[in-house]
C-alpha cells in the first residue's frame, strides 16, 4: 500500500472517453493508496465535476495525479489544467447554482466540499488550475455551509 | 501533374526501382508467398498468395512510376488497399502485436533488396546506393499504409462497440401490471442517458406503467451531471403520467451526493430495488404477503 507505481500519471483530457478514463485512474489510485470506499467515490466524483469543466469550459486539458505522503498519512493530489479562456470572478464561479453553462452549477462548489484541499488560480485570458488533495485517516473538513 | 516526373524517366534511381519492380515481379511475388503475412490470409493455395504478393509489386511499381514513393495516399496503392489490411488484421488475430506486424512488413523489404543488388552489382556505387534507399522508402511508405490501414479497422471496431454497448445496455423490464423497471450500468453520459430516456418514455407508453424503477446500483459515479440526467428523466416520466423511483443508491453514493449539494427532493428514492417495487406495488394497492410465517407481513 501507499507506493507511487500506478498512482502518478498525466492523462489527457479531450473527449468524453477520457473523462471514463480519469475517473477509472482516480478510483484505482485511491483504492492502493489505502482510501475507503466512501473517500474513494467522493474523490472519483470531484474529479469527475473538475474534470468535465476542463473539456468543458476549458476546452480540453490535462489531469496530473500525485502521491503525497504526511505522516503515516497518504494523500492524492490531483491538478486540472486547461488553457481555456479562464474564470473572471471565482467566487461567483464557485457559488452553488451558478453556471455559464447548461449544468446544475454545482460542479466547481461541490468538488470543493468533496476533498480536504482545494485551490483554483485562473484569470481571463490565462486558462484554469484547479489543484484538490484529500488525505487517508482523516475525517471531513467541517462544513462551514449547510 | 504530368505523369512522368523528371526522376521516373530509365536510368535514375525512381525508374530504376520501377523497372526492376516490373522486371522481377514474379520472382518477388514468389519469395512473399512464403512470408508468414501471405501465408496466415492465403491459406487455400499458394497461387493465391503469388497473386496476391502480384498485386503488391504492381502498386509498388505503379507508386513508383508517378514518382510519390513517399506518399501512402498515392492512388497506386489504392488497388491492394484492402487487401493489405485484410492481412495485418489476420496476423493482430492470430495474436500479433501491432509492432510484430510491423516488424513482419519489414521483412518483406531484404530478399527484395539482394535482388535488386544482384541485378545492379555492374552499375556505379553511388547509382546502387541512391537505388536501394528508394527502395527502403517506398517499402517503408507501404509500411506506414498497412500500420493506417490496421488502426482505421481499430477505430471502426471501437465506435461499433460503443453502439452495440448503448443499445444492449438499457433493457427495460416489465415487473408487474404498471411497473416496468430499468437497470442503469456503467457511465451514464449524455448519449446513453439520452437511450435510457427514450427507451423509458417509449415502455411506459406501451406497457401503460404508473411507476418507473431507476435502478442506479450498476452506476459507479453519480456526479452533477449523471444527476441532472436523472432528473430530466424522471420529469419526462412525470409529464407522461408515471412516478419514477430511483433506487439502488449505495451509502458511499448517498454521502457523496450529500456533500455534493445536489437536491433530489422532488424524487422518490429507495436503497434497494426491492424496496422501490414494494414501495409502487403499495401505492397501486398490490402487495406481496408472506404466507409461510404469520400470512399478515405486507412490504
Known amino acids: 500500500m501507499g507506493t507511487a507505481a500506478g498512482v502518478e500519471a498525466r492523462l489527457p483530457i479531450g473527449s468524453d472517453l477520457d473523462l471514463m478514463w480519469v475517473r477509472q485512474h482516480v478510483r484505482q489510485a485511491a483504492a492502493t493508496l489505502g482510501f475507503g470506499l466512501v473517500d474513494q467515490t467522493k474523490l472519483v466524483t470531484a474529479a469527475s465535476e473538475l474534470a468535465r469543466n476542463t473539456l468543458v469550459y476549458g476546452g480540453g486539458g490535462t489531469m496530473e495525479s500525485e502521491h503525497l505522503v504526511d505522516g503515516s498519512s497518504h494523500g492524492l493530489r490531483l491538478t486540472f489544467s486547461d488553457e481555456g479562456p479562464g474564470i473572471a470572478d471565482i467566487e461567483q464561479a464557485l457559488s452553488d447554482g451558478f453556471t455559464s453553462g447548461e449544468g446544475l452549477g454545482m460542479g466547481l462548489g461541490g468538488a470543493r466540499r468533496l476533498v480536504h484541499e482545494f485551490a483554483i488560480e485562473s484569470a481571463p485570458g490565462a486558462g484554469t488550475t484547479v489543484r484538490v488533495t484529500s488525505w487517508t485517516g482523516r475525517p471531513p473538513k467541517p462544513r462551514e455551509e449547510f | ?299
Open chain 2, 1 to 299: 501533374m504530368p505523369e512522368h516526373v523528371g526522376d521516373t524517366t530509365p536510368g535514375t534511381p525512381t525508374g530504376q526501382v520501377r523497372d526492376f519492380l516490373r522486371g522481377r515481379r514474379e520472382q518477388i511475388a514468389q519469395r512473399w508467398a512464403d512470408e508468414p503475412l501471405f501465408r496466415a490470409v492465403f491459406t487455400v493455395s499458394r497461387d493465391e498468395a503469388v497473386e496476391a504478393g502480384k498485386a503488391v509489386v504492381d502498386a509498388l511499381a505503379e507508386v513508383a512510376d508517378v514518382g510519390r514513393v513517399e506518399d501512402p495516399d498515392a492512388p497506386g496503392f489504392a488497388p491492394v488497399r484492402d487487401q493489405l489490411g485484410r492481412m495485418a488484421a489476420a496476423r493482430s488475430r492470430g495474436g500479433l502485436s501491432t509492432g510484430q506486424v510491423s516488424g513482419e512488413l519489414a521483412g518483406l523489404r531484404p530478399p527484395v533488396e539482394n535482388m535488386l543488388l544482384e541485378e545492379l552489382r555492374d552499375a556505379p556505387a553511388e547509382h546502387v546506393r541512391a537505388c536501394a534507399t528508394t527502395l527502403t522508402v517506398l517499402m517503408g511508405t507501404l509500411r506506414v499504409l498497412v500500420m493506417q490501414t490496421a488502426l482505421s479497422e481499430g477505430q471502426a471496431l471501437i465506435d461499433r462497440q460503443r453502439l452495440q454497448l448503448m443499445e444492449v445496455a438499457t433493457p427495460v423490464i416489465k415487473l408487474w401490471d404498471g411497473i416496468v423497471a430499468v437497470p442503469l450500468i456503467g457511465t451514464l453520459d449524455s448519449a446513453r442517458s439520452q437511450v435510457v430516456m427514450e427507451t423509458l418514455l417509449e415502455a411506459v407508453v406501451e406497457q401503460r406503467a404508473r411507476y418507473a424503477i431507476l435502478d442506479i446500483t450498476g452506476v459507479p459515479t453519480v456526479d452533477s451531471l449523471v444527476a441532472q440526467h436523472l432528473m430530466k428523466t424522471v420529469q419526462a416520466a412525470r409529464l407522461m403520467g408515471a412516478e419514477c423511483i430511483v433506487s439502488g443508491i449505495r451509502p458511499a453514493i448517498a454521502q457523496t451526493i450529500v456533500h455534493l449539494g445536489l437536491d433530489l427532493g422532488g424524487v422518490i428514492t429507495r436503497a434497494g430495488l426491492a424496496d422501490a417495487l414494494g414501495y409502487a406495488l403499495h401505492q397501486l394497492g398490490a402487495g406481496i404477503f408472506n404466507t409461510t410465517s404469520n400470512g399478515t407481513d405486507q412490504r
